[in-house]
């Protein structure tokens, strides 16, 4: 059974940086789709950044395209999200998931892709 685990989530100011973290344990991290989703009080949860096996393939939600950068350590079966210039709006509980695939360049976009969930990480940016 694959267990994952964030931190790094926290309070905050408008325009300041966090890097959040998901260390995956019991599975075959590098053959793993890996996304980072969030979710907001009264809003669905979506889907903010993915990123392929290797690392090469990336996706980003284009409310946060050249602010997040989303990156893999597979020698340490840990995932990142780096947050930079934080939005109130960027506000949520951000999920890591798994999702285990047979293509090294393949990406999942559906949370219902997604076999494994961690257990979320609150981020707050106040305004």
């Known amino acids: 059974q694959v267990q994952l685990v964030e931190s790094g989530g926290g309070l905050v100011q408008a325009g300041g940086s966090l890097r959040l973290s998901c260390a995956a344990s019991?599975?075959?991290?590098?053959?793993?789709?890996m996304g980072w989703f969030r979710q907001a009080p009264g809003k669905e949860r979506e889907l903010v950044a993915a990123?392929?096996?290797?690392?090469?393939?990336?996706y980003y939600a284009d409310s946060v395209k050249g602010r997040f950068t989303i990156s893999r350590d597979n020698a340490k079966n840990t995932v990142y999200l780096q947050m930079n210039s934080l939005k109130p709006e960027d506000t949520a509980v951000y999920y890591c998931a798994a999702d285990p695939v047979y293509f090294s360049g393949s990406l999942s976009y559906s949370a219902d892709d997604y076999d494994y969930w961690g257990q979320g990480t609150q981020v707050t940016v106040s305004s």
């Open positions: 990123v392929s096996w290797s690392g090469g393939r990336t």
């Open positions: 019991g599975g075959t991290f590098n053959r793993y789709v």
